[in-house]
């Protein structure tokens, strides 16, 4: 079998999660004795090409065209379609990152075949790979088999593979091959134009070593004032998931997960945070959790040390007298 | 512009999900309209608004299904289109887009909209396979559209707080990143009006779209713990106690 991986990278850097779909690679191909290699697509990106060179691939492939400069969902899908199509691998796997969501569903399809997203991992099972998702935000994981005939497109989360365990090349570097492709302006139809930021956040919670979160739970923006002296007695930060900042009840910059920011507190107290998977990635690097949710089934708890099963306008009164006694 | 809005109705967000083999119960929860969907018909709606047109609310499942889409009717979706069948569940990403778009190749219509994602499957492909399947240009996790002249100039949300601004022609497929708008509330006076308008229901068999399965979902089960977590119980008072305890003697982190 070959294993194709194609990474990412904006405007010459790294997006690190392709050594994670790199390492999911290489585990994969010791389970079946695949080979490995890997894709590098941009303009300018040769350097990037020479790093992936040194790791344990047996080839790396190098895309390059002037209008592959910039990241284009058109410009993508003509020209990975043309180099799969020659290049004839069994399974291509991505990070799944929002560029990828963006283009590579599409180019399954335009080779007719179907992609798998999102996987947190696989398993080789009698000759066959299933790959394991998770479905109903992250409340159950799926086991996924492919029904077509090769090659297969499948993505990785964020975080399933460690980047770190990606193993080096046994003899020097592999060898880069220049791939030209057929891409003409008007075969792109998006026009990307600046990259930007938001004005500057005012709080940057990835340095706050104390966090109270709030979720869907809390319910009314009212409610909010008790997470607020929580956090006060604590001493620590308040912070969100998505729905509450998108219902405009806390300021976007206090949105932790996939689109807010990615902290790794010593403190992560969830409060009504069912614990999706676009949360948990910004969180689940912190070094004690404690959830307090009243669904005893809430995935919020399997990533956490603490948990209590009960009614958060109990529990937050109760918990900020006794943080206050406790000082 | 004419403004179709590919809508799903999902199990409830606080429904308890019976695993079934590779799906779920169905007969004692739930269903209602996916959230991010309801994001994509608010932002049609307020396009609608701003641009006139119309706005057609396409839904694709059992008929359960038509519930959801007189939601987005009584919300001010001019037209629905149900396309009926049994087996939704079971379609894999490609079958449901191969089935939407025969749907949509029979409107006049200048813009497809989705939500980027269902909460139950969680495909999160619909959209771009649209895209695809009708040959247009498409752009995903949208925070922002502004139309002029044919062309849409768009703000797109990238990762750890990034945005991209670009620029899209006419027709094409837009997924919606939840949180663009403030999504409306149906009126009475909308909900009294919904029922004069119009559901047209079709068989996906009607629709000859059928592909063979790319993929299949071999079964669902419940995660297994990646933490040991330690439940504390008793009443708030003695919880809230015995977790700053732990969190000052055992974790050490206050």
């Avoid at chain 1, 291509?92 to 991992?121: E, N, S, W």
């Avoid at chain 1, 998006?190 to 966090?211: M, Y």
């Avoid at chain 2, 199990?11 to 309801?38: H, T, V, Y």
């Amino acid at each position: 079998m070959k294993i194709l991986v194609v990474t990412e990278q904006r405007q010459g850097k790294w997006n690190n999660a392709s050594f994670e779909t790199l390492a999911a690679a290489q585990q994969m191909a010791k389970d079946t004795s695949a080979s490995v290699s890997a894709l590098v697509i941009g303009k300018g990106v040769a350097a990037l090409a020479g790093e992936v060179a040194a790791k344990n691939v047996a080839e790396v492939l190098l895309v390059e065209h002037d209008l592959l400069e910039a990241y284009t969902p058109d410009g993508y899908c003509v020209a990975l379609s043309q180099v799969i199509s020659a290049a004839k691998p069994d399974l291509v796997l991505f990070p799944h990152t929002y560029q990828v969501r963006d283009f590579a569903p599409k180019l399954a399809a335009m080779l007719g075949k179907g992609m798998v997203g999102d996987c947190i991992g696989y398993r080789y099972e009698g000759g066959k790979l299933v790959f394991v998702r998770q479905m109903f935000q992250g409340k159950t994981v799926a086991d996924v088999t492919f029904q077509a005939a090769a090659p297969w497109f499948a993505s990785f989360q964020a975080g399933a593979f460690r980047s770190d365990l990606v193993t080096a090349h046994d003899s020097g570097k592999a060898q880069v091959n220049g791939i030209s492709v057929n891409l003409k302006a008007d075969q792109i139809r998006t026009k990307p134009l600046d990259l930007f930021k938001e004005a500057k956040s005012a709080v940057d919670l990835t340095q706050a070593p104390l966090i109270v979160a709030i979720g869907r739970g809390i319910k009314a923006p009212e409610n909010i004032p008790q997470a607020e002296a929580l956090a006060k007695a604590l001493g620590g930060e308040i912070a969100a998931s998505r729905p509450i900042c998108d219902e405009g009840w806390l300021p976007m910059e206090r949105q932790i997960g996939s689109s807010g920011q990615t902290v790794a507190p010593k403190l992560y107290l969830a409060l009504g945070i069912s614990g999706a998977i676009q949360h948990v990635v910004g969180m689940k690097g912190a070094r004690t959790i404690v959830a307090i949710n009243k669904d005893q089934n809430a995935p919020i708890f399997e990533i956490a040390d603490y948990g209590v099963v009960g009614d958060i306008f109990e529990i937050m009164p109760a918990l900020t007298e006794a943080l206050q006694q406790a000082k | 512009m004419n403004i179709i809005v590919c809508i799903k109705q999902v199990p409830a967000k606080d429904a308890p999900l019976a695993i079934a083999g590779n799906w779920i119960r169905e007969s004692d929860i739930g269903f209602e309209m996916n959230e991010p969907d309801s994001y994509a018909l608010e932002e049609a709606l307020r396009l609608k608004e701003k641009h006139g047109g119309e706005v057609v609310a396409l839904s694709m499942g059992p008929e359960r299904v038509k519930q959801t889409i007189k939601e987005a009717l009584a919300k001010g979706a001019d037209r629905g289109i149900h396309i009926a069948d049994d087996q939704f569940a079971q379609l894999d990403p490609l079958g449901s887009a191969n089935s939407l778009a025969a749907a949509i190749k029979r409107q006049s219509c200048d813009l497809v909209l989705t939500g980027l994602q269902s909460d139950d499957h969680g495909f999160g492909q619909t959209g771009v396979l649209l895209a695809g399947l009708l040959d247009w240009p498409h752009a995903t996790i949208i925070m922002a559209i502004e139309v002029q002249d044919r062309k849409m100039r768009l703000k797109r949300e990238l990762e750890a707080g990034w945005f991209q601004h670009l620029e899209c022609p006419l027709p094409a497929v837009l997924t919606i990143q939840s949180g663009i708008n403030k999504v409306r509330y149906a009126t009475l006076k909308g909900i009294m009006a919904a029922k004069k308008k119009e559901i047209v229901v079709i068989t996906r068999e009607s629709l000859s779209a059928s592909s063979e399965p790319t993929q299949r979902v071999e079964k669902i089960y419940l995660p297994a713990k990646s933490k040991k977590t330690e439940f504390i119980t008793g009443t708030p008072k003695e919880v809230a106690t015995k977790l700053v305890e732990k969190l000052k003697f055992e974790a050490r982190v206050i």
